[in-house]
């Protein structure tokens, strides 16, 4: 038996090439591995039309086609998915999750690891506690984790800061130190990024942060 009637040995019945056989059945029956908009698989069980990437403002299919709700002769067209279509449709993909967009400053995979495989000393806890209190004083939704990433920093030996580190980070957001000419050649209505980790001359630590 050659290699190609190997590997196609149990594609269809001995008695009839019409006929399935025991494997390609057990493929056919195997759900689809549906994947998100970021390519990667949902691994969420039963699809629904609520979760796909194609459904629109109004409940319609954006894919009305591609999804098995028109034929190709009908072309697009205006159309409510039924209630469970979802499940078996075709071209379904989920929705891109929105915590990596929303928390875009968390610590995920080995950067996450790293920062909390061992226990935190009281220091470590200390500035975490100092920094949270700040950012959220400033406004930050992100405090918790920008202050855990800062925890990481330290204990990388990073030598770098944030502007929300700084003393001359005015309230409003604009540099104090640029508007009074410290930081040479910088527009005096400076507004810096102020998670960005960098080295400024003219950096000066907020009290009560370490």
């Known amino acids: 038996m050659t290699d190609a ?110 920062c909390q495989a061992t226990c935190w000393d009281d220091a470590e806890i200390a500035a975490f506690t100092a920094r949270t209190e700040r950012f959220a004083l400033l406004g930050r939704a992100d405090a918790d984790d920008l202050a855990e990433r800062l925890t990481l920093r330290d204990r990388d030996g990073d030598d770098r800061r944030v502007c929300l580190e700084c003393t001359w980070l005015g309230d409003t957001g604009r540099c104090l130190a640029a508007a009074t000419g410290r930081i040479p050649g910088a527009d005096r209505r400076l507004e810096p990024a102020q998670t960005i980790l960098q080295r400024c001359g003219a950096f000066g630590l907020r009290k009560g942060l370490v």
């Open 5 to 114: 009637e190997k590997l196609n040995a149990d594609a269809v019945s001995p008695a009839s090439p019409l006929v399935p056989g025991e494997a390609a059945r057990g493929a056919a029956a195997a759900p689809f591995e549906r994947e998100d908009a970021a390519g990667k698989f949902t691994d969420a069980g039963i699809n629904t039309c609520a979760g796909c990437l194609h459904l629109l403002r109004r409940g319609t299919c954006g894919e009305p086609v591609a999804a098995g709700l028109l034929t190709v002769e009908e072309g697009f067209g205006i159309v409510w998915p039924p209630e469970g279509h979802g499940a078996a449709c075709p071209a379904f993909i989920g929705k891109m999750p929105t915590a990596a967009a929303d928390r875009p400053h968390r610590l995920i995979g080995d950067e996450a690891d790293r």
